[in-house]
């Protein structure tokens, strides 16, 4: 009888591997360990033997049962196994090329920083950058922008709590933390760091209590330049600045500066400018952004000799020249996130 355990067991060896789903599994399982399976009716032959003859039989029956279900775990564990590599579908083949580019692109606001940025660059401008958060002695007081200036007021600007604490954010004094109403800011923590001659752009976000009409927004993105040197003048910042705008708007470009006021410049102007290619706006005089040279008072500040360094600087809102360049008259529509918006742009530079 203990023989016929052996069988049994090498039977249930022999079949169990060549098992591969659970039908066939529960199958064996049932020839063998079910209620007439073979295993069970062998277990019942004890019934036949003698007392002593009954427990050397019993421990035989004990391992072989041991062994088969031992069988039984490790084929149900393999079938699971593959059951799980199924259910992951094809391999994935690493190699193949990724998806085709059109499926996505870039904000037509990102484009039009790249875009003034790769052309700065190529006339040996660099990018600076500094935080959204600044303090109104970066932003306003070291800009040569009075207390009594409109743009100090809650009015115009968006102020932090009192206490508020700003770990990256150096101060000069205990001043309040703002968010920064211009990139202009930069041009000052890049002075205190850097030694002229230099020449950067600050393209960054900017942030006003501005709602007045479709082409204002309290959030927005300006480009800051700046340029200091020896015996600069307002010649090359009108070089400087024709030179960017045809290359942005194309060679039929008129330009003009107008007169005006910034407290960190003088003089200061506005730039305009007029084109045959810009849809309804063509040959309109188009206000563009705000520029002059840089103030004696601010080079005193940040400890540069107005004798010996002077410069120029420029700020331009890159939602304007989006709008300009693309006709585009509701600033809103950069913001809201419209696929039917953005696809119109995914490829545009
Ligand atoms: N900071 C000004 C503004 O936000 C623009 C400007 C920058 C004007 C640099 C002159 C020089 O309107």
Known sequence: MENDLQAIV?????ILKTVSSRADWEQAKATILGPNGSLT???KGIGQLTKEERPAFGQALNQAKKKVEGFFKTSNESIE???DLASLGEKADPSLPSVPSHLGGTHPLTNVRRRVVSIFRK???TVAEATEVETEWFCFDALNTPDDHPARDEQDTLFFPPNSTWANITQKAKEAHVLRTHTSSVQIRTLFK???PLRIIAPGRCFRRDTVDATHSANFHQTEGLYVDKNVTVKDLKA???Y???ELFGDKLETRLRPSFFPFTEPSFEVDLKAPNLGKLSNKWIEIMGCGMVDPEVLKLVNLDPEEWSGFAFGLGIERVAMILHGIDDIRHFYQNDQRFLSQFS???
């Open 194 to 196: 850097e030694k002229p």
């Open 81 to 83: 196994a593959q059951a």
């Open 123 to 125: 006339i040996g401008f």
């Open 347 to 349: 490829n545009a530079t």
């Open 240 to 242: 400087v600045l024709d």
């Open 10 to 14: 090498a039977q249930a060896e022999t």
């Open 244 to 246: 960017f705008l045809k």
């Open 41 to 43: 009716q062998a277990a």
